[in-house]
């Protein structure tokens, strides 16, 4: 649910989030001895039984408790640390996308539907997914809902891609159970072909109560839209990621608090180099530094690991990279395919992906 679980910060959770970080980092150093014990972070996939399913959206609640949300209108739980996962997809939605899902804990949870239309949609569950309720359908077919994220269990927004010029805000103040549009009156003017990108559920993220992001591709400059009212007005900052095509742009954004935050993306074609592929912030996103080392290659998502001021792991379909310095250099620490990545207080780590793809970061 963005960062609204990652705020909480306490001695023994700082000092196992350096721990991690750095077993992480040592993954890529100097092959071990013999003698020495093989227990370093990694991936564990976990068996979720949909070898056919892309999960983009991912909403880890804790080491135990996890939804992801997919092609297919798939949702899926767990919480047995992924051991076994229910199906509890809402019926009749096997024609929707999700690309999102924010879950306050294991019964409740918002997932968003993505698309043109009414293909963009938004429902809630109460009881774990037993059943749902379908709280937004889009009307309007300018429209085309890519991403959600919610300050606290009653306050979240949804984004769109730009409709007549400007990008288009949803509010809910009631935990997703009822949705309004946003006066776009401080919502600045978007750019020719200017864009979210659906591609984690990470393009729009929170910190504390009022604050949000935006992130944008597909136009001259990628860019970072703040605001700092839960939506109303917002201002938009130029970011030095790729831009300049319809595939480059920030595709996700993680903030650890209000003034500190990372940005990745690139190039989402495959065939494509994706220089310049990281960013950070100090400042809340008003100015945004290049990574000096970035990931090799484009990343869809992002998150901080838990407790850590320096720490966090960038995903996508070639692989995953650390940074342990705040993002000015990053390294490839695995090589399997994920699209989103998220962290939870109890150090839990989820990433998921294509194939069914889902797993969580063993210690």
Request: glycine share 12%.
């Amino acid at each position: 649910m963005g960062s609204t679980r990652r705020t909480g910060r306490t001695r023994r959770g700082t000092i196992a989030a350096t721990a991690c970080a750095a077993a992480l980092a040592a993954t890529t150093a100097a092959p071990a001895q013999a003698h020495e014990p093989e227990r370093v972070p990694h991936w564990q996939l976990k068996d979720t039984g949909t070898p056919d399913v892309r999960f983009r959206g991912l909403a880890a609640v804790s080491r135990d408790t996890a939804w992801a949300a997919g092609t297919g209108g798939t949702v899926l739980r767990t919480t047995d640390g992924g051991a076994t996962w229910r199906n509890v997809s809402p019926p009749g939605a096997g024609e929707v996308q999700f690309r999102d899902v924010e879950a306050f804990d294991a019964r409740r949870a918002v997932v968003l539907a993505i698309g043109e239309g009414e293909a963009s949609r938004v429902y809630r569950t109460d009881d774990g997914g037993a059943t749902w309720t379908e709280s937004f359908r889009n009307t309007d077919p300018k429209a085309f809902y890519d991403c959600m994220a919610f300050f606290d269990h009653r306050h979240g927004l949804a984004m769109s891609d730009p409709v007549d010029g400007r990008f288009r805000i949803l509010s809910t103040g009631d935990g997703g159970r009822t949705w309004r549009v946003l006066p776009t009156a401080g919502m600045p003017a978007a750019q020719e072909g200017e864009a979210g990108f659906a591609a984690s559920g990470q393009c729009l993220v929170t910190s504390g109560p009022k604050d949000v992001w935006l992130a944008t591709g597909g136009a001259a400059r990628a860019r970072v839209l703040h605001s700092a009212d839960r939506g109303r007005t917002w201002t938009a900052t130029d970011t030095p990621l790729p831009a300049g095509d319809p595939a480059r742009g920030v595709f996700a954004l993680a903030f650890r608090d209000r003034a500190h935050g990372l940005a990745v993306g690139g190039d989402f074609r495959p065939d494509q180099p994706a220089p310049r592929a990281a960013a950070r912030t100090a400042d809340g996103g008003r100015t945004w530094r290049p990574a000096a080392t970035p990931p090799s290659a484009y990343r869809s998502g992002v998150a901080w690991l838990p407790h850590s001021r320096t720490a966090a792991l960038a995903v996508g379909p070639t692989g995953t990279d650390l940074t342990t310095d705040g993002g000015r250099t990053w390294r490839t620490v695995d090589t399997g395919s994920y699209d989103t990545v998220d962290c939870t207080p109890d150090q839990g780590c989820w990433a998921a992906g294509e194939k069914g793809r889902v797993a969580r970061l063993e210690h």
